[in-house]
C-alpha cells in the first residue's frame, strides 16, 4: 500500500460516534492483470479478540463496530491487508493507530464535596487561605478548568479564575460566617459546583495547631489492610487541649473515593493513625491526598485542616 504512511499520519475517529461510523478508506494497487490484480481487503487479528471495526473486502472502506470512550482507551492498532487473488495470492500490510479523539462528555469534579475553612477576623485583605482544585477526564482546551465564585455583595472573598486559591478581598471582622458556591467550568461549558464555609474567629480564640501543616508518606502498592502509614496529632491551645479527628470524604480516587484508608485515635497521647482500608493499585492511583480534621472541645468548636500526601510504589 503505497499510501500507508499517509494513512498513519491522519486516521482518527471521534468518541460517542455509532457503530458504523466513517473512519477511513485505503486503498491498494496491483499491476497484474485479471484476478491477480484484484485486491480485496481485511484485518489480521487474533480470534480472540472483539473487532472494534470493519472494512469493505471490496472498497477499503473502515467503519467503526461499536462506540469508542476516549477516557478507557485513545487509541486502537489495526492491521489492514490487501490481498491478490492469485493462486499463490501476494498480501500488502498497512499497520495503523486509529485514534479516538476526545468528545466534551465529563465535566469537573471537585476533589471535596464541601470545603470549610476558619478564618481570623483580622486577616488582612489579599490574604490566599485555601485551594480549591477540579479535575476533568477530558483532554486538551475540553479539560482546562477556570474557577469562579457566586457573586454575593459585599465580595467578601474572590477565587482565582485559574489557580483556584481562594483569598480575602474586603474586611471580615464584622461578618461570623460566610458562605459561597464556587463553580469550576471546563473548556466547553461544562461545569459543576461545589459549597464553601468559612468561619470567621474571633482573635482571642484560636482554633486547634497542627504539629505539621502537611505529612507524606511513601508505601509499597502491596501494603496489607489495616496497616498504620502515618501519626498525625493536633492540640488546642486554649482550655482543654484534647481534640476530635476526621478524614474529609473525598470525590476523586487521590481524595479517597473509593475509601482507601481510616482514620482511628490514639487515646494514650492525644494523635491518630491513617491506616490502609483497601487493597492499592500503583497501576490505578499512584497517589493520595488527605484531607484531615482537627476540631477542639468547646462549646463553640474550631477546627483546623492538614492535608497527608500518599506516594505508592510499584510492586513487581
Same mark, same amino acid.
Given at each position: ?35 491477480? =490484480? ?21 472498497? =477499503? ?29 501476494? *498480501? ?11 468528545? %466534551? ?9 464541601? &470545603? ?9 485583605? =489579599? ?19 477556570? &474557577? ?7 465580595? &467578601? ?14 474586611? *471580615? ?15 466547553? %461549558? ?55 479527628? %476526621? ?68 510492586? %513487581?
Amino acid at each position: 500500500m503505497a499510501e500507508c504512511q499517509q494513512y498513519r499520519e491522519s486516521t482518527s475517529v471521534l468518541e460517542n460516534q455509532p457503530a458504523g461510523t466513517f473512519v477511513l478508506q485505503v486503498h491498494a494497487v496491483d499491476a497484474d492483470e485479471g484476478s491477480n =490484480g484484484r485486491v480485496t481487503y481485511g484485518f489480521m487479528h487474533k480470534d480472540s479478540t472483539v473487532p472494534a471495526f470493519s472494512i469493505h473486502p471490496d472498497t =477499503g472502506v473502515i467503519v467503526t463496530a461499536r462506540k469508542f470512550d476516549r477516557e478507557r482507551q485513545r487509541e486502537y492498532a489495526v492491521t489492514v491487508t490487501a490481498t491478490d487473488q492469485a493462486a499463490d495470492p501476494l *498480501i500488502g500490510i498497512c499497520q495503523l493507530n486509529i485514534l479516538i479523539l476526545d468528545q %466534551n462528555d465529563n465535566s469537573p469534579k471537585f476533589e471535596n464535596i464541601r &470545603y470549610e475553612y476558619f478564618l481570623r477576623e483580622d486577616t488582612m485583605i =489579599g490574604t490566599s487561605f485555601l485551594r480549591v482544585a477540579a479535575h476533568d477526564d477530558d483532554f486538551g482546551t475540553n479539560a482546562a478548568i477556570t &474557577y469562579s465564585m457566586s457573586s454575593e455583595q459585599p465580595e &467578601y472573598l474572590r477565587v482565582n479564575p485559574l489557580t483556584g486559591w481562594v483569598y480575602v478581598n474586603q474586611p *471580615i471582622s464584622q461578618r461570623t460566617y460566610i458562605t459561597r458556591e464556587i463553580v469550576a467550568t471546563d473548556g466547553g %461549558n461544562r461545569s459543576s459546583s461545589v459549597e464553601l464555609a468559612v468561619t470567621i474567629t474571633n482573635v482571642k480564640n484560636q482554633p486547634p495547631q497542627w504539629e505539621k501543616d502537611s505529612y507524606s508518606v511513601v508505601i509499597p502498592e502491596n501494603t496489607v489492610r489495616d496497616t498504620p502509614i502515618v501519626t498525625i496529632k493536633a492540640t488546642s491551645p486554649l482550655g482543654d487541649p484534647r481534640v476530635t479527628y %476526621n478524614l474529609e470524604d473525598g470525590m476523586v480516587p487521590e481524595t479517597n473515593m473509593p475509601v482507601r484508608f481510616y482514620l482511628t485515635p490514639n487515646r494514650e497521647d492525644g494523635s491518630a493513625s491513617i491506616l490502609v482500608a483497601e487493597p492499592l493499585d500503583y497501576e490505578t492511583t499512584r497517589n493520595f491526598m488527605l484531607r484531615v480534621r482537627a476540631q477542639n472541645v468547646a462549646a463553640v468548636p474550631l477546627a483546623a485542616f492538614t492535608m497527608v500526601y500518599v506516594n505508592v510504589t510499584d510492586v %513487581n
